[in-house]
């Protein structure tokens, strides 16, 4: 029996439906074999809290089972009643993937009865939900999901952030709806979609796709798909034209071309642009930060920031750590201090421990979930699990960073800022010949999958040479550079990074392969492509 089976089990036998989120972390960690102590430090939760979710699910299984369960006899009773009263475990199944926890949502209800009319009622087949970073289109997804999840046979949540490909997502899903019966697709991107909507036509499913934006091209127009990703645009467009029984959201900062095609008030493809918080849910948000101010000063702040979640979120720290969080000290400054996410997200990281300051790095590098192990052999020397622990609690507090089960990560409105202060940070080093930053943090990781590489690729390594290319004048200025910043590296003591920096020789091997000149030897290898505007290809970190 799998945790999956178990689960679809226990929520039917328990009158009141469905896990909470605490309870299905409770009980899955527990299926493993953990303890409550394993757990609270897995998902950062107070070890309390957890053992007493744990105790009061414990305790309603027995009563609906007759007989006494516990963490540690969980899966032999399972096991027993599955076979005694033949469940059928697939039933309103559910997946959430690494979305986020919930339990504390303010507002949002006008835009959820939408939504849920669109998708329940008008049996929209695409809804997009756009929306600026930071607005809450992510938990305002999950929330709905939670909701609706009785009025479907299956509900996906994933998220896209990383920029899997086409092939892993479907193939993921597709694994999920037939219950691991198939595992292998055609070739064919359009034989791939034509597999999926089968399950679509045969299951009520309603699959959430989360950060649909990071599979678009940045700065060729709204819309267009990054290469390699152009099969994710034909789903939308059969989704929305086949007729089907299921129903995708998609959460964005921008329109995807085919959404923009087909959508309408009247026919099954829908959007719904997310704007701020109402005043009351921002003011809440507020509260529960700490913060002190009449009811003038907390609607000030929070039509200041626009309503935006995240930007009051982290305003609130800054506030509370600049002015005791007294809102009208702030304002008595005479100027608004932050303007928008970009600068607040600056005071932030400014007043941050270096050791804070590298799990930020590290995350966005990563650019998906890391668990706290991953993340302690970060650090050289490695960072003792207690300073971590304490690490990770400060950047949970001021919302730099997110949990869920099995890791931690950033909402894409950090990461982006992060990336954009790597990027600076690494080309101003290459320039001057100081590096620092380049000895501490790998752009690519030799153990990451290959959509991770991909990401790296594509939103660090790339726009460091093509800004240095700009900075610097040409490729052969660049190779020049990166040339005389080798040779002054091998004659220094080695950092005691270095062997994470210089790990990437196969990508050598590609260059080469494609008859491309290229500059092993280097910190950040350059391969310059014969053609006559000599555009630069990021290599990756090479061994020298």
Same mark, same amino acid.
């Given at each position: 029996?799998?945790?999956?089976?178990?689960?679809?089990?226990?929520?039917?036998?328990?009158?009141?439906?469905?896990?909470?989120?605490?309870?299905?972390?409770?009980?899955?960690?527990?299926?493993?074999?953990?303890?409550?102590?394993?757990?609270?430090?897995?998902?950062?939760?107070?070890?309390?809290?957890?053992?007493?979710?744990?105790?009061?699910?414990?305790?309603?299984? !027995?009563?609906?089972?007759?007989?006494?369960?516990?963490?540690?006899?969980?899966?032999?009773?399972?096991?027993?009643?599955?076979?005694?009263?033949?469940?059928?475990?697939?039933?309103?199944?559910?997946?959430?993937?690494?979305?986020?926890?919930?339990?504390?949502?303010?507002?949002?209800?006008?835009?959820?009865?939408?939504?849920?009319?669109?998708?329940?009622?008008?049996?929209?087949?695409?809804?997009?939900?756009?929306?600026?970073?930071?607005?809450?289109?992510?938990?305002?997804?999950?929330?709905?999901?939670?909701?609706?999840?009785?009025?479907?046979?299956?509900?996906?949540?994933?998220?896209?952030?990383?920029?899997?490909?086409?092939?892993?997502?479907?193939?993921?899903?597709?694994?999920?709806?037939?219950?691991?019966?198939?595992?292998?697709?055609?070739?064919?991107?359009?034989?791939?979609?034509?597999?999926?909507?089968?399950?679509?036509?045969?299951?009520?499913?309603?699959?959430?796709?989360?950060?649909?934006?990071?599979?678009?091209?940045?700065?060729?127009?709204?819309?267009?798909?990054?290469?390699?990703?152009?099969?994710?645009?034909?789903?939308?467009?059969?989704?929305?034209?086949?007729?089907?029984? !299921?129903?995708?959201?998609?959460?964005?900062?921008?329109?995807? @071309?085919?959404?923009?095609?087909?959508?309408?008030?009247?026919?099954?493809?829908?959007?719904?642009?997310?704007?701020?918080?109402?005043?009351?849910?921002?003011?809440?948000?507020?509260?529960? =930060?700490?913060?002190?101010?009449?009811?003038?000063?907390?609607? =000030?702040?929070? %039509?200041?920031?626009?309503?935006?979640?995240?930007?009051?979120?982290?305003?609130?720290?800054?506030?509370?750590?600049?002015? $005791?969080?007294?809102?009208?000290?702030?304002?008595?400054?005479?100027?608004?201090?932050?303007?928008?996410?970009?600068?607040?997200?600056?005071?932030?990281?400014?007043?941050?421990?270096?050791?804070?300051?590298?799990?930020?790095?590290?995350?966005?590098?990563?650019?998906?979930?890391?668990?706290?192990?991953?993340?302690?052999?970060?650090? @050289?020397?490695?960072? *003792?699990?207690?300073?971590?622990?304490?690490?990770?609690?400060?950047?949970?507090?001021?919302?730099?960073?997110?949990?869920?089960?099995?890791?931690?990560?950033?909402?894409?409105?950090?990461?982006?800022?992060?990336?954009?202060?790597?990027? %600076?940070?690494?080309?101003?080093?290459?320039?001057? $010949?100081?590096?620092?930053?380049?000895?501490?943090?790998?752009?690519?990781?030799?153990?990451? =999958?290959?959509?991770?590489?991909?990401?790296?690729?594509?939103?660090?390594?790339?726009?460091?040479?093509?800004?240095?290319?700009?900075?610097?004048?040409?490729?052969?200025?660049?190779?020049?550079?990166?040339?005389?910043?080798?040779?002054?590296?091998?004659? $220094?003591? *080695?950092? *005691?990074?270095?062997?994470?920096?210089?790990?990437?020789? $196969?990508?050598?091997?590609?260059?080469?392969?494609?008859?491309?000149?290229?500059?092993?030897?280097?910190?950040?290898?350059?391969?310059?492509?014969?053609?006559?505007?000599?555009?630069?290809? *990021?290599?990756?970190?090479?061994?020298?």
């Amino acid at each position: 029996m799998t945790v999956e089976e178990a689960i679809a089990i226990v929520e039917q036998l328990l009158e009141r439906g469905r896990l909470t989120r605490a309870q299905e972390i409770v009980f899955r960690y527990a299926w493993e074999g953990k303890t409550y102590l394993e757990m609270a430090r897995a998902v950062t939760y107070d070890p309390g809290h957890i053992k007493d979710v744990g105790s009061e699910l414990w305790r309603s299984l !027995s009563q609906a089972l007759g007989e006494k369960v516990t963490k540690n006899n969980l899966q032999g009773v399972l096991k027993r009643t599955a076979q005694r009263q033949h469940f059928q475990p697939f039933t309103n199944y559910t997946n959430w993937g690494e979305a986020i926890d919930v339990s504390q949502f303010y507002g949002r209800t006008t835009e959820l009865e939408t939504l849920s009319q669109w998708i329940v009622r008008d049996r929209a087949r695409v809804v997009t939900l756009l929306g600026m970073g930071g607005m809450g289109k992510t938990a305002l997804s999950v929330k709905l999901a939670e909701q609706l999840q009785g009025e479907f046979e299956y509900v996906i949540w994933r998220s896209l952030r990383h920029a899997p490909f086409f092939y892993d997502k479907v193939t993921e899903c597709i694994k999920i709806l037939s219950h691991q019966q198939v595992t292998t697709l055609p070739a064919s991107p359009y034989e791939q979609i034509t597999c999926l909507i089968e399950y679509f036509r045969k299951y009520r499913c309603l699959l959430i796709l989360d950060n649909f934006d990071t599979l678009l091209e940045q700065g060729k127009g709204t819309g267009c798909y990054r290469e390699g990703y152009e099969p994710y645009g034909e789903l939308l467009w059969r989704l929305g034209e086949t007729g089907h029984q !299921s129903s995708v959201l998609l959460t964005s900062r921008e329109k995807p @071309t085919e959404v923009a095609a087909l959508e309408g008030d009247g026919l099954p493809v829908r959007t719904l642009a997310l704007s701020g918080l109402e005043v009351a849910a921002g003011q809440t948000i507020l509260k529960l =930060k700490g913060l002190s101010g009449s009811e003038d000063e907390t609607r =000030k702040l929070v %039509e200041c920031y626009g309503g935006n979640p995240l930007a009051l979120k982290i305003a609130a720290t800054s506030i509370r750590d600049l002015h $005791e969080g007294n809102i009208a000290c702030f304002f008595a400054e005479g100027t608004t201090v932050f303007q928008g996410i970009g600068n607040l997200l600056e005071q932030q990281f400014k007043r941050l421990s270096t050791s804070e300051q590298q799990v930020m790095y590290w995350l966005a590098i990563n650019r998906g979930k890391l668990s706290s192990t991953e993340l302690q052999t970060a650090f @050289t020397p490695i960072l *003792p699990k207690p300073k971590l622990i304490s690490v990770l609690e400060s950047l949970r507090w001021r919302s730099l960073i997110e949990s869920n089960t099995g890791g931690f990560t950033q909402q894409p409105v950090v990461m982006e800022y992060m990336t954009k202060c790597l990027i %600076e940070q690494v080309c101003e080093e290459i320039v001057t $010949e100081s590096p620092q930053y380049l000895l501490t943090y790998a752009s690519m990781q030799a153990q990451a =999958k290959d959509y991770i590489h991909d990401s790296q690729i594509h939103l660090i390594v790339r726009p460091i040479l093509n800004q240095l290319r700009i900075t610097l004048g040409s490729a052969d200025q660049l190779e020049d550079k990166l040339g005389r910043l080798v040779r002054k590296l091998q004659n $220094e003591k *080695p950092h *005691p990074q270095e062997d994470e920096v210089f790990r990437h020789g $196969e990508w050598d091997k590609e260059i080469r392969g494609r008859g491309n000149k290229a500059y092993s030897n280097s910190v950040w290898a350059v391969a310059v492509s014969p053609d006559s505007q000599q555009t630069l290809k *990021p290599a990756a970190l090479m061994k020298a």
